[in-house]
């Protein structure tokens, strides 16, 4: 880790020069509010406050602040909030029990993004170079380059690379295009706010994360002064995203801020974050509109299909719709990790899982002679047996009656052949959308200019597929909160951007701005189509200042106690429990589901690879029978 000597040691013209960026925000009234934490190690920008003594707006001007007091200062409701634990990784493990405290502006705080530790701040033998590290315009696209050195621990084979912006009150991502070298990686950002900002620019791998020497750079974006009131009138002014239909790829216009910027009328995540567009902004429901929902509204059902990435969409959606007090064993519940099929009903509004890892499986229903073992187990028979299954569960959900159909499918498709069989298996009288998949995930590649592009190609060909098909550009929308995944800071180090948590007193079981932000734009397309505004006036007036106590919440599942073997069940047989003081914490061992054993000639063979599963690790075997 860089000792903070080294950064205060810097020559005397640098000082110089915090200290005119200093006085520039001043003078353009920008909010140079720092966040003071007891445990990573501070930006640069924090420490040059702490040099100079800089005084912190609203506090009292010979006090520091006390990270361990409740206490308000100067009128202002202050958080104690516990930082996010981490059990699976061992080298952040100081981190556990810290707290900070957040300023909380009207409407709730706003929860802050852990950014870097000791395990995150080794330095990458590559360099960064170009203007846009240190100075950029307010709408003018800023360029940099990483000089890879691939003699040392870097090599474009097994690494990627990430720039991110953070600011009090905005954070963006850098994109990546053509490059003119397999030596050089390129990046462009388009800052849409002047003020200062931490960028960090990051050598990402699977299990490890570098920094750029320099990163955190100090990025100064100049512009004209904006006022916030007129950026979130702004905001409220654009038609409802969920209104309107989705259909270009790229959402690379968007990025993340508090509530200082976001539209009145919209409002937040309950963090205290949104992911805003430059075409539309996202409508938010709170627990009480869904209350409403399942109270008032006719059957809403929501069917969310793919892999442990996306099972973080339902749980985002479960989290959003029960009670403190209904969710408090949702981390030991029966369907807090399953690999099967799960409900969640509250009252008319029903949320569906269902595991479906169809991107593993062919892309055609033709014979196919080839098969993967993981262990003595057959992963992946002939490639036809799981898609043939998912679309005979498609099949089976839409031959019940229209009443209990899915209004929203979201799902994971390999590719547009595969899409096309599985389109084949719903009505054409069902009218409602589809959601797939096709870059809602954390991997090198996507991380890389081609890569990028090919997504894009993939997820217009799922749009010619179908008239009901939604474009969602998940990876844009998780890009900003790529240090908050279930391994924060690390980015790569776990595919989840979820991870289930305590905050806001019992309120957040689920964090994950990411898969809160998917929750909501696929509720909005579910609930209020043409939009909350008039979803609310079809109310007439009807509203909820409290939810209903002892409603009931019914939960179902038929998940396997393992991963292995991969199964999608055409039938599913859940068990069902009716409750009306919340789900239930998991005593019950579920037994595996019966799974072909791998044959013989197979296990003669030679593993090709180990790779880790959420039930441990296997060897995997790849043969043609």
Not at 454 to 476: E, H, I, N, T
Not at 480 to 507: D, I, Q
Request: proline share 6%; hydrophobic share 35%; net charge neutral.
């Amino acid at each position: 880790m860089e000792s903070n000597s080294l950064v205060l040691g810097r020559p005397i013209r640098g000082t110089l020069f915090a200290l005119l960026v200093y006085c520039v925000m001043l003078a353009v009234n920008v909010n140079v509010t720092t966040l003071h934490t007891s445990g990573p190690r501070p930006t640069n920008t924090q420490l040059l406050h702490e040099a100079r003594g800089t005084i912190l707006p609203d506090r009292p001007t010979n006090t520091k602040p006390d990270i361990n007091s409740t206490q308000p200062l100067n009128g202002r409701n202050e958080l104690k909030v516990n930082a996010i634990p981490h059990p699976d990784d061992q080298n952040i493990a100081q981190y556990h029990s810290e707290f900070y405290n957040i300023t909380m502006p009207p409407g709730g705080p706003v929860l802050r993004v852990r950014h870097m530790v000791d395990a995150t701040s080794r330095l990458s033998s590559s360099r960064a170079e170009g203007l846009g590290l240190n100075v950029a315009m307010v709408g003018v696209p800023a360029d940099l380059q990483i000089v890879v050195n691939a003699t040392g621990n870097t090599d474009l084979k097994d690494c990627a690379y990430s720039v991110l912006a953070i600011g009090q009150n905005i954070m963006f991502s850098g994109n990546t295009h053509e490059s003119t070298s397999n030596k050089k990686v390129n990046f462009t950002f388009i800052p849409k706010y002047l003020g200062m900002y931490d960028l960090y620019v990051e050598e990402i791998n699977m299990m490890s994360q570098f920094q750029i020497p320099g990163s955190p750079f100090q990025l100064l974006v100049k512009g004209s002064p904006t006022s916030a009131a007129i950026v979130r009138d702004g905001a409220d002014q654009l038609p409802s995203c969920q209104s309107i239909d989705l259909v270009n790829p790229r959402w690379e216009d968007g990025y993340w801020v508090s509530r200082h910027y976001a539209g009145n009328e919209r409002g937040t995540l309950r963090s205290g974050w949104v992911y805003q567009r430059e075409t539309c902004s996202f409508d938010i429901f709170t627990k009480k509109d869904l209350a409403l929902v399942a109270e008032s509204q006719g059957p809403k059902r929501i069917l969310v299909l793919g892999t442990s990435v996306d099972r973080g969409i339902f749980l985002s959606i479960v989290d959003l719709i029960l009670t403190s007090e209904e969710k408090m064993y949702l981390d030991v519940s029966d369907v807090a990790k399953c690999w099967g099929y799960m409900d969640v009903h509250v009252g008319n509004l029903t949320v569906s899982y269902q595991d479906f890892r169809l991107v593993r499986a062919g892309s055609s229903t033709e014979k196919d002679d080839s098969i993967e073992c993981h262990d003595d187990k057959l992963a992946e028979g002939a490639s036809e047996v799981p898609l043939l299954n998912a679309i005979g569960f498609l099949t089976n959900m839409f031959s019940e009656e229209a009443r209990s159909w899915p209004h929203s499918i979201t799902l994971v498709p390999k590719d547009r052949a595969q899409f096309q069989m599985i389109m084949n298996a719903i009505p054409k009288s069902w009218n409602g959308t589809v959601v797939p998949l096709y870059n809602f995930l954390a991997i090198n590649n996507i991380y890389t200019h081609r890569n990028v592009e090919m997504q894009y190609k993939k997820a217009l060909s799922f749009l010619s597929v179908d008239p009901r098909v939604q474009l969602v550009d998940g990876f844009s929308i998780a890009a900003g909160m790529r240090h908050a995944t279930e391994s924060s800071p690390f980015v790569r180090k776990s595919s989840h951007f979820h991870r289930f948590c305590n905050e806001l007193n019992g309120e957040m079981r689920v964090c994950g701005d990411t898969t809160e932000m998917m929750a909501q734009l696929i509720l909005g397309k579910v609930i209020a189509p043409q939009g909350k505004h008039l979803w609310e006036k079809s109310l007439h007036g009807r509203t909820s200042n409290k939810i209903r106590p002892g409603r009931i919440v019914k939960v179902c599942h038929d998940c396997p106690k393992s991963l292995l073997p991969f199964h999608i069940k055409v039938r599913p047989q859940p068990t069902c429990y009716e409750t009306i003081h919340g789900m239930k914490p998991c005593y019950d061992v579920n037994p595996v589901w019966d799974g072909s054993v791998c044959p013989e000639e197979c296990l003669k063979s030679a593993p090709v690879e180990e790779i880790p599963t959420q039930s441990g690790s296997v060897k995997v075997r790849r043969c043609k029978l």
